[in-house]
């Protein structure tokens, strides 16, 4: 018999959106309740179209690597051959699979079942017999009988309660293991799981408790239009008249869960409001914002919250770790992991300034505006960054480690001493992050049209009020090119690029991406990220994960919360002849 083990997967993420069924899949382990009513109602339990519609949008905005759903009382040959939801999915090349308990294990355990059964019947046999030679009502075998009927009676419910639902669910969830398992996927798999209302919460907590993210979409239905003429009994007339409208709604966490707690770690002076609001907005329960955080004081404070919250809540916690300066924030990076050993293991954000964030979404935007322009693939791309700080450096280690040809420059004016210094910018991020860029020094608009001149993409992230490209160096500029700037304080860094312009031609040949749009990404990545850190402990989340995001979400594949479709029934055309 195959054995039950759920092991999280390895190297790999899977991420399972639960789609509630509208009503619960048949199943019992001994014998339903009263069985030809119960078999005459299977039939009726089939999706209804607003589901199945739902379902057919869903999987074509999500396109998930894989399908799956609860088997039942079904055999696999019904499970395929009388299943709307299966042809649906065959027809958009999604693999589709029953999950659920193993037959073997099944009758396994309802044999064990059989027995308690049998003593059952046996008493309530004796206790008919007893009614039948007694005349008085009261009897102290009968009082026994009873006694002895209502306990295993109490015993049979539980065992078919705890077979039906702890047993089963982890079947279940073990066969979504081990379907993701077969999938030769590089980073992340995606399931959607059709799934019975009763057992959702039930497997939402045991695929978390294996590090998968889970989402649950339950459908809402309403009628948005009906101009029903009461007296009309035509049927096509209803039909017309009537529009569903369905939508997911996301199910949030039950109220007996740990509450989710971020501990905001600023190495600045003042914790920045900034990441508090995001996080509250991000669904947290509580921030608690710690100033001034060096690394001995990060050390305290996660043993303090890790020990005191336990190995279940500690999932619901999460360090993130801020500050304007990198090196700072990377050193209290390095005493909160040391500070944590399994099983006392929360979520860490790092994202000193929103640099990590910005930067990561700076390229995502910029690698997907190439490729929807037809502008080609930004790895074969010529880049410079403007600008040495942090959003600068992480911008040059992410283009670099594209394979992107980078050349990171200090413009600032003041500076004395600018090439050494732009060479120690480069020796550092060889250093720490192993890649090879050309640092230099470039004050005067002669520097700065020699390093334009040479790049294909430009990426500005000077400190804000600073302009660095005026039009007289663009009206220089003579190949196709594409400018970002992040800078949103005025001056901006790019003379004639507004806010929001998203890949506006700013003048023949030269399109602009100003600091709005990237913001607008970034600010979408760092939520994405902070939810994604509420569950499951373990992760850090620094540039490489928030770049993975922002190119997710730039192309717009999480969100179907935001899914709401129209249904209509469609329109009949009279014929003419
Ligand atoms: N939209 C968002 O969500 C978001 C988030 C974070 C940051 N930002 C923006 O991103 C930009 C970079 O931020 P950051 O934190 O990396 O760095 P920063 O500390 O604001 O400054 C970046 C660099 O600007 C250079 N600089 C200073 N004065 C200059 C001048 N007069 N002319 C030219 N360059 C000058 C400095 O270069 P040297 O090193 O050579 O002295 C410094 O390294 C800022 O504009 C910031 O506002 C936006």
Redesign the pocket.
Known sequence: MKGLEIAPLKDKRLVVLIAEKEYNEPFWITEPPSAPHYQMLCSLFQPSIAFHKFLDTLIEKVNPNFATEELGMRSEKEFYKDNVLAQMFQNNNIPFFPVDIDGNAKTYLASSLDKKMESRDSILKSLAELSKQKKEKYSVEKEYLVAYGQCLQLEIDEQEREVSFSTRESWIVMGIMDHAREFNVEEEITCLHICSPEHVDGIKKLLESVDVQVEVLKLSKKIVSAHIDARSDDLGNLLQSMQIQVKPVIKKKSPHDSPYLLFYLDTDERASPFDICMAYDAGYNAVIPYDNVTPKDAEKIVQDTIFSRGPKAVKHTCFFIGG?KAEKAEEVLKAVKNSMFPPFQANVIIDP???YT?AAAMVAKVEYALLSHKLGDLRDKSCAVL??????QVTTVLLAKLGCNVTIA??????VD?KE?AQKISALLADRHKVDVIGVFAPTPAKKLEILKKADIVFC????G?R?IDKELLNELKLLKVLVD????SPLGIEGLELKDDMREIIPGIFGIG?LA??EL??KSEKEILRQARDNGKKIYNYNQAIQLARKLVRKEIYPAKLTLTLKYPHVKTDSR
């Open positions: 304007r300034g929103g640099a910005t600008g040495t700080g942090a959003v600068g200090s413009l600032n004016p003041k500076r600018g210094y992230a000077a400190t804000r600073a660095i992040i800078n949103a304080v600091a990237i913001g970034k600010h």
